[in-house]
């Protein structure tokens, strides 16, 4: 038995007691939500890293368009600068690579654990599809509804990912950059992807990427590099204006101070 099958079993005998017949699928979206845990500070290296690469493109861009004709000087050149930076030229490509080996894991774990996928979810078995539902009551079925919220989750979480990409690429002079150019869209294939595997690797896959929505937006990826710049540039003018404000008024009150005395002399 894998690691993560065992943790599934484990959870889902802590679990049983709260979800009984559906103690199963519970476990597969709290095994799944813990491996995310467990990988965030991988993922905090990525994000750090797009912005790395987004903060360089122009400078990039500058070197590739004065060098195109000698790849050899664009190269150590474009070294020079990642160096200056203290960053890698795969910068955010690395972390990223480093969780697969993972979600391939834990994806074959719910697509072939015939112990795992013998178990139910509102009477829906997790080693079934949604064509398997179809045939059995359609799609406002028992166990269609299950596939019904699943895709509606989906959907909801998709959408969010495409405006919100939107939104930023409408924010920054640049666009998209990096892989968030392709998440906003790829969103919506895993609305395929849930209606062809089973439903063990169904809860998986929506689990792991509401939790990957949720978690960019909260690091902040896919915002221009300058923002955080022109907030810290704000705060800064802001403060200035308020101690200039302070030291106008101090001012103002030593010559009232001054006028009160020659007056009384």
Same mark, same amino acid.
Request: hydrophobic share 35%; net charge positive.
């Given at each position: 038995m894998s690691v993560f099958a065992s943790l599934v079993a484990s959870l889902s005998d802590a679990l049983a007691p709260l979800f009984g017949g559906a103690a199963t699928a519970a476990a597969i979206v709290a095994c799944t939500l813990a491996v995310r845990l467990a990988l965030h500070p991988l993922a905090r290296a990525a994000v750090r890293g797009e912005r790395v690469r987004a903060r360089l493109a122009p400078r990039v861009a500058e070197l590739q368009r004065k060098?195109?004709?000698?790849?050899?000087?664009?190269?150590?050149?474009?070294?020079?600068?990642?160096?200056?930076?203290?960053?890698?030229?795969a910068a955010g490509c690395l972390p990223l690579l480093l969780q697969l080996p993972v979600f391939f894991a834990m994806y074959h774990l719910f697509t072939t654990d015939d112990g795992l996928l013998g178990h139910t979810l509102l009477g829906a078995p997790l080693g079934g599809r949604w064509t398997d539902a179809l045939g059995d009551g359609g799609v406002f079925g028992?166990?269609?509804?299950?596939?019904?919220?699943?895709?509606?989750?989906?959907?909801?979480?998709?959408?969010?990912?495409?405006?919100?990409?939107r939104r930023l690429a409408a924010q920054s002079a640049t666009g998209m950059t990096g892989p968030f150019r392709y998440l906003s869209l790829l969103a919506f294939g895993t609305l395929i992807t849930v209606a062809v595997v089973p439903l063990a690797a169904a809860l998986y896959v929506v689990t792991s990427t509401t939790w990957t929505a949720v978690e %960019? !937006? #909260?690091?902040? /990826? +896919?915002?221009?590099?300058?923002?955080?710049?022109?907030?810290?540039?704000?705060?800064?003018?802001?403060?200035?204006?308020?101690? %200039? !404000? #302070?030291?106008? /008024? +101090?001012?103002r009150g030593k010559l009232r101070a001054s006028g009160g005395g020659a007056s009384s002399r």
């Open positions: 060098h195109k004709n000698d790849p050899e000087r664009l190269r150590r050149e474009m070294g020079a600068v990642y160096k200056k930076e203290g960053v890698s030229p028992a166990h269609g509804l299950v596939y019904v919220g699943l895709f509606v989750l989906t959907g909801a979480v998709a959408t969010w990912t495409y405006l919100r990409g %960019r !937006a #909260a690091l902040g /990826a +896919g915002k221009p590099p300058e923002e955080a710049g022109r907030r810290g540039g704000a705060t800064g003018d802001a403060t200035g204006d308020a101690a %200039r !404000a #302070a030291g106008a /008024a +101090g001012r």
